[in-house]
């Protein structure tokens, strides 16, 4: 299967606004309640989808926080959003924006001529957010002059833009397409550290050539990562951080991904851990976890074929260039690939599917 015909996402910005006139009216119990119904019930989506929480309380007078979310499909938003309008803190919350939007190639060269070599289609198509305290969110739309234009002017300032960029290396750009799906065209989310060098690094684009294609790029948003107990206190009233764990991120944190129902015999399952893509597979009564990109390419190793290897285990045929790893402990076999993949911890307890991240020492 081509890289350019698989491996896309989609991915949902949506804020929301919390009516505090009423829910800080609430008895503290009822305030506790809703806020872990609210935890609980996100954080059931895990298996679904990559998930990130932001608050903004405090930067906007219209949005108190952001769930950013990527999935494979645009269902996985619309249950999330069902999920949460079911919550005891739903009655009291309202979407007052969101941007829908999905991944896929550049049609311009990201890279610059001085380069080894810029970024792979297949990178560009998958989002993997960092762990940079800020988000700066906002939609985007080109004039139609500039679809007027040549490619090859396009391209140039394209490059005159990218340059301007690199003199900003701690920000990193996600730049999502909403062509039919949405209002915007584009949504552009950069992360960084520090919102002096978001501040610098904008001001500099407007002098740019390209700058006078676009239309619009407003509303802008900052918004502050946080854990989803964090974001829940942000907001006001009851403290919940206090009475949950956070959102799993560190090395050895186990979490629920998929129950034994989802995953038959000799099959796979896509989930998430962190930010992270996950593959689980059941072979030869075993459950094995893997990260479900190919070091090669990045192809999707849950798409892949079982093999049941003599002497060397069940293995996976990555579907795009036929690297075979070992499930269980993700050596390479045979193709292309540079390394083999990294696996992570399984258990079962019940009906439901446990994984956490390695130690380094058994990584090593």
């Known amino acids: 299967m081509e890289a350019d ?53 405090g930067m906007r007078r219209d949005v108190d926080f952001l769930l ?8 996985a938003f619309q249950q999330l959003e069902t999920a949460i309008r079911n919550t005891a803190l739903g009655p009291y919350l309202d979407v007052t924006r969101s ?19 810029g970024a792979s289609a297949e990178e560009r198509i998958r989002i993997e957010p960092s762990d940079s305290r800020y988000l700066f969110v906002y939609p985007f739309v080109k004039t139609r002059a500039w679809y007027a234009l040549s490619q090859e002017g396009r391209q140039a300032m394209i490059t005159e833009h990218i340059r301007v960029g690199r003199k900003y290396p701690d920000i990193r750009l996600n730049t999502t397409y909403s062509y ?23 001001n500099d684009l407007r002098f740019t050539e390209a700058s006078m294609y676009t239309l619009s790029d407003t509303p802008m948003h900052i918004a502050i990562a946080m854990s989803l107990p964090e974001m829940m206190d942000s907001i006001g009233g009851a403290q919940v951080s206090d009475l949950v764990d956070d959102d799993v ?73 036929e690297a075979y790893f070992r499930l269980e402990d993700g050596a390479v076999l ?16 019940g009906d439901t599917i446990y994984i956490a991240r390695r130690e380094e020492s058994e990584t090593a």
């Open 99 to 117: 941007f829908l939007s999905g991944t896929k190639r550049s049609m311009y060269d990201i890279s610059l001529p001085e380069d080894a070599g």
């Open 180 to 202: 039919g799906i949405d209002d915007q065209e584009f949504v552009v989310a950069f992360e960084g550290d520090d919102p002096h060098d978001f501040v610098d690094l904008v």
């Open 5 to 57: 015909k698989t491996g896309r996402q989609v991915v949902k910005y949506t804020f929301y606004k919390l009516d505090t006139t009423a829910f800080l009216r609430l008895p503290e119990v009822k305030q506790r309640d809703a806020k872990l119904d609210f935890i609980d019930t996100v954080r059931g989506f895990n298996r679904r989808m990559l998930l990130r929480s932001y608050s903004l309380v």
């Open 68 to 75: 950013w979310t990527v999935a494979e499909d645009v269902e």
């Open 334 to 349: 045979s193709g292309p690939s540079p390394r083999g993949v990294a696996t992570y911890r399984v258990r079962v307890e």
């Open 249 to 321: 991120t560190e090395v050895g944190g186990w979490l629920p991904v998929a129950s034994l129902g989802e995953l038959s015999p000799d099959s796979a399952l896509r989930v998430y851990y962190g930010t992270q893509q996950v593959a689980l597979f059941r072979a030869n009564g075993h459950i094995y976890a893997l990260n479900n990109r190919c070091p090669h390419a990045r192809g999707p190793l849950c798409e892949g074929t079982l093999h049941h290897e003599n002497g060397t285990g069940p293995a996976v045929r990555c579907p795009w260039h």
